[in-house]
């Protein structure tokens, strides 16, 4: 794995831990698997694809805060 700044980055593990992803209105809840590592970040957390897949997310580069999933009957939910 390397990091942002295209260093190594050794793991150290991982867990996987059921998350809730919400808004306060409408939520998912996956398994997630996290790795654990140790390095200097700004953020505390980054999710790959395979757990915005898992909960259905599709991202949005135009809207870089934002990530819409679905809540079924074809009506999109933004967070």
Request: charged share 20%; glycine share 10%; aromatic share 10%.
């Amino acid at each position: 794995m390397y990091g942002f700044a295209g260093d190594q980055v050794e793991v150290h593990g991982h867990i996987e831990l059921r998350t809730t992803f919400t808004d306060g209105t409408t939520s998912r809840t996956a398994n997630i698997r996290y790795l654990i590592v140790n390095a200097p970040s700004a953020y505390n957390i980054l999710f790959g694809r395979p757990a915005l897949n898992r909960i259905g997310v599709v991202a949005s580069t135009a809207h870089e805060d934002e990530v819409a999933f679905p809540r079924g009957y074809g009506d999109d939910h933004q967070v």
